[in-house]
């Protein structure tokens, strides 16, 4: 059985971008996605938004968190927190694939593990073999 997804649910023309970026499930609360808007992570068709600036079909959304930088484009505007296989819906993902050199294991050590051993200079030097650093 082929069942069709549910229906978007009726929204206005445009509404607040705190709000669609809570809807849409791209931030957990109202008050995170204002508190982006207010720290100047947020940008709505390339200008600063406010919490309170209007977004609208089409319109072009950049969000900054938690270190990157989600791209998505407005395709239907809600109000309400909805499921977030209907939240998907609403928006086009347009955010850039990560370069491979990002997902490189980091190597690090406990801070005040002292000097490494002859045994943790062999890993550390196994994997610096392994996963040599992007020219």
């Excluded at 406010?50 to 505007?77: F, M, N, W």
């Amino acid at each position: 059985m082929n069942e069709s997804p549910a229906p978007l649910p009726p929204g206005p023309d445009s509404t607040r971008v705190d709000r669609w970026l809570w809807a849409v499930r791209l931030v957990k609360t109202r008050a995170d996605a204002a508190q982006a808007c207010r720290g100047g992570h947020v940008r709505v068709n390339d200008r600063p938004a406010k919490p309170a600036s209007p977004v609208k079909p089409g319109d072009e959304v950049r969000v900054r968190l938690h270190g990157t930088t989600r791209i998505v484009e407005v395709g239907h505007v809600i109000e309400k927190r909805v499921s977030a296989p209907v939240a998907v819906r609403c928006y086009a993902d347009n955010t850039p694939e990560a370069p491979p050199e990002a997902n490189l294991p980091v190597i690090r050590r406990d801070r005040g593990a002292g000097r490494p051993t002859k045994r943790d200079r062999r890993v550390l030097d196994r994997l610096r073999t392994d996963f040599p650093p992007p020219v």
